[in-house]
């Protein structure tokens, strides 16, 4: 499937996800939340989609099982306000060690990203598409978009600031 065909059908089918979702129990905010994680795992595999159909079964199937899982996360997964991540890193002598320190503690803080903003920010910035070109392919509006990105490359600034503090 191409990217125009993506794009034809990607808000009827994001509709459909939305209300796949409610049907399963999800409230309309998780509802929204569940059915633009479903158009970015379509997205993913858009390539190897051969027709609407198949796409629109594949959605349903998705947002489904991504119901079922946001469900079980809510009722088994405790929240413990007290657990706190410390990350307590003296500057290492090498420059190659300390350059794959930086890294590491970039991609925790990449993966500490919710999903949904991750995958927005990896279409902008590795795959360099526009805000327009992404709005597109989740079938939501361009402002979106640049919320989303603003929201993920704000909560990036701050844990580089509070790491910046830290160290001096």
Do not use: Y
Not at 12 to 31: F, H, K, P, Y
Not at 72 to 89: F, G, M, Y
């Amino acid at each position: 499937m191409t990217q125009n065909e993506f794009e034809h059908i990607a808000k009827t089918i994001r509709a459909q996800a939305v209300n796949v979702s409610q049907c399963c129990g999800a409230d309309s905010v998780g509802a929204e939340d569940i059915a633009q994680d479903t158009m970015l795992k379509l997205w993913m595999i858009h390539d190897t989609l051969s027709g609407q159909k198949e796409m629109r079964a594949l959605a349903v199937t998705i947002a489904k099982r991504l119901t079922i899982d946001s469900h079980r996360r809510q009722h088994t997964e405790p929240i413990d306000p007290t657990h706190t991540v410390i990350d307590d890193c003296q500057p290492a002598p090498d420059i190659a060690l300390e350059a794959n320190e930086d890294q590491e503690w970039l991609r925790c803080r990449l993966d500490r990203l919710p999903a949904t903003e991750l995958q927005i920010l990896r279409m902008r910035q590795v795959e360099l598409r526009t805000n327009d070109e992404i709005a597109a392919i989740l079938g939501i509006e361009p402002t979106s978009v640049c919320t989303m990105l603003s929201r993920a490359r704000h909560r990036l600034l701050d844990d580089i600031k509070k790491r910046m503090k830290g160290e001096k």
